[in-house]
């Protein structure tokens, strides 16, 4: 069964490869080994809530932290959170560790770090526990249709960090 970023795609036209794990990986190293990728060509789809209670979408590549400066700045949010796991399934529809930027219940503001257009092929959430999709930046990039590049990637991550 098709989710709804897989339902978003393909009503767009855009191609995309969904890849399914033998069962959902445990962190981003295990998932980019067994989809043949790089980590940082895995993205990750995080949620934030602002000072005003509205939320925020940032992209980044697999492996880093959000640089929280970077971020407040460029909001021009002095407060700023990860939206909790009940938040994300109320405004994106999908599970913690799923997350697309794709088939949202409704439209919310994408921050994309440049670093995720990068590499030819990138993979992300389907919507989906241990369900990929893979697609190319240029149709990453026509999916999202608007965006805002902004730098938010900070340090690496360690391994015991996520």
Do not use: C
Not at 139 to 153: P, S, T
């Amino acid at each position: 069964m098709p989710t709804a970023a897989e339902v978003f795609l393909a009503e767009r036209g855009i191609p995309y490869r969904r890849f399914v794990h033998q069962r959902p990986p445990e962190n981003l190293e295990q998932a980019a080994a067994e989809r043949g990728q790089r980590l940082d060509q895995v993205v990750r789809t995080l949620l934030f809530r602002t000072a005003e209670g509205e939320f925020v979408m940032a992209l980044i590549p697999g492996g880093f932290h959000v640089h929280w400066p970077a971020l407040r700045q460029y909001l021009r949010q002095r407060r700023l959170t990860l939206a909790s796991d009940e938040e994300v399934v109320r405004v994106t529809g999908y599970v913690p560790g799923s997350v697309s930027p794709f088939g949202l219940p409704t439209p919310l503001r994408i921050l994309v770090d440049p670093s995720v257009f990068a590499f030819e092929e990138i993979s992300l959430g389907s919507g989906q526990p241990g369900v990929a999709i893979i697609l190319r930046r240029e149709d990453l990039i026509n999916a999202l249709e608007r965006f805002e590049l902004v730098n938010l990637k900070g340090e690496k991550q360690t391994q015991e960090g996520d």
